[in-house]
């Protein structure tokens, strides 16, 4: 590796565990867990998938959309149960990779990209929001201008620092910059500290103390299962969006796999599940880590961090990782899809939208399967719509008939009405070498066709069936000489 490339991939990852702390602890809090959870489950997924994935480049760790999921159980059945969790849901984004699923994350199409990219940038922003609070008070008067004043300064020195040199990451420069600055003035406003003590120990290896029965797979099964599924989703996601910026190509099914096998191994050793942050890749990235060797050292300085370092790192404002992420919003949010609504189909727009606003008010899992659902539904119709068929009526007073489109479920209705078997002549023939059959309503819709000839007892052929189309008839038994 070359020194200047080894430089940037270790500031960057230093930039990068600055950017994790809060966002660990915050999302344990939220699942109602002890902080050191986050961070073991941040040190052991980030380092693993670092190591051994697929998207070198992208930072993994105790994600927000992965606390969500497992609230309920957490607070039902307790902590146990949630390591359980964490273990089968590993296994299953194991299989899923080993399966070589990972290319599903094909059929997203780019909509539901922007809005899943816009949806997690509008989260970010509003996390931040909850720093502006003491308690469930919102600041004022002087802790509030305090904040804002130097999350602003923040923000200054993060887009002004580029202009002047690439030396060093900006996000690094603004976080240390500002909190020297807190240091020497005694400025009165929240740290780290404030949010969490991070002093532990080494994370011990312990197998959930649970009952290993069928009743336990029963409550854990769906958390575990819902888990994966978020989990593989923002992951594959999040390596599209990198392979984007970096303009190269990841491989998602060993991404998958070491995804699954770092959070097997946190969940043993006493950490949350995880999955990647598209937040902290963002970070990592603008600041120059493109190895490897940046996810690593982020990942182990969260270990030095607990182990350490805490009584400086608590030392942090809030005010500059705030401001640092705000950064960070604004950069991951598609603003492009805001110039081009008015250029695009408005069922695009509409799925942009719909996403967006999906991801912000419920999960990521239901957004995509929403937005997936939706682009697959016009595709469908605007495809059944694209079905026609050309007449001519030939020298010996048959008639012919050109397809054009495709054939499948949505189309079999406009397929059925270009016919009218009791004014054609005796004889009709269809030329098909400009239609695709895709489906068994296909092949009912040509048997139908068929069927109504012969009932009012005129000869239906059919020419100029590709290969596939002729094997789908022959499978299903239909005569298509």
Request: include cysteine; charged fraction near 15%.
């Amino acid at each position: 590796m070359k020194p200047i490339r080894l430089r940037a991939d270790v500031l960057a990852g230093l930039t990068t565990s600055f950017a994790l702390l809060p966002e660990c602890i915050a999302f344990a809090l939220v699942a109602h867990l002890n902080p050191l959870m986050g961070l073991y489950g941040a040190f052991i997924i980030c380092t693993l998938t670092a190591l051994f994935g697929g998207r070198p480049g992208m930072v993994s760790g105790a994600a927000g959309s992965m606390a969500v999921v497992i609230v309920a159980l957490v607070v039902q059945h307790g902590v146990q149960y949630l390591l359980a969790t964490v273990l089968l849901g590993g296994l299953i984004m194991m299989a899923f990779g080993l399966l070589r699923l990972g290319k599903l994350v094909r059929m997203v199409p780019h909509p539901v990209m922007l809005g899943f990219v816009n949806g997690l940038a509008i989260i970010i922003a509003l996390a931040q929001l909850e720093h502006f609070k003491s308690g469930e008070q919102w600041l004022s008067g002087t802790p509030l201008y305090l904040m804002t004043g130097l999350v602003l300064l923040t923000m200054a020195i993060v887009y002004i620092l580029p202009r002047l040199t690439r030396a060093v990451p900006p996000a690094l420069v603004a976080i240390l910059g500002v909190g020297l600055l807190v240091y020497l003035l005694g400025l009165p406003t929240r740290t780290l500290g404030d949010m969490a003590h991070i002093a532990g120990g080494l994370p011990t290896f312990a197998l959930p103390d649970i009952p290993w029965t069928l009743d336990t797979l029963r409550i854990i099964a769906p958390y575990a299962i819902l888990m994966a599924l978020v989990g593989l989703l923002e992951t594959l996601l999040t390596l599209n969006l990198t392979d984007e910026i970096t303009e190269t190509r990841g491989y998602p099914d060993r991404e998958c796999v070491a995804l699954g096998a770092a959070n097997v191994v946190s969940g043993a050793f006493g950490g949350m599940g995880g999955c990647a942050m598209i937040g902290q890749t963002v970070i990592n990235l603008s600041s120059g880590g493109r190895g490897r060797l940046s996810g690593v050292v982020a990942g182990v300085l969260i270990l030095l961090f607990i182990l350490f370092l805490s009584p400086l790192i608590e030392r942090i404002p809030l005010a500059a990782l705030v401001g640092v992420m705000f950064v960070v919003s604004q950069q991951t949010f598609a603003w492009a899809s805001l110039r081009v609504l008015n250029k695009v189909p408005l069922n695009d727009v509409l799925v942009i939208i719909a996403v967006t606003t999906i991801t912000v008010f419920t999960d990521l899992a239901t957004a995509v399967l929403c937005g997936i659902i939706i682009a697959a539904l016009n595709f469908a119709w605007q495809q059944a719509r694209e079905l026609y068929a050309d007449e001519h009526l030939e020298a010996d007073g048959s008639k012919l008939y050109r397809l054009h489109g495709t054939l499948f479920f949505a189309s079999t209705t406009p397929f059925l009405n270009q016919f009218d078997p009791a004014s054609d002549p005796q004889r009709v023939t269809l030329d098909c070498r400009h239609l695709s059959f895709v489906d068994y309503s296909a092949i009912a819709a040509l048997k139908t066709l068929r069927e109504r000839y012969a009932k009012v007892g005129k000869q239906l052929q059919v020419f100029h069936l590709s290969e596939r189309c002729k094997k789908l008839l022959k499978r299903a038994g239909v005569d298509h000489d």
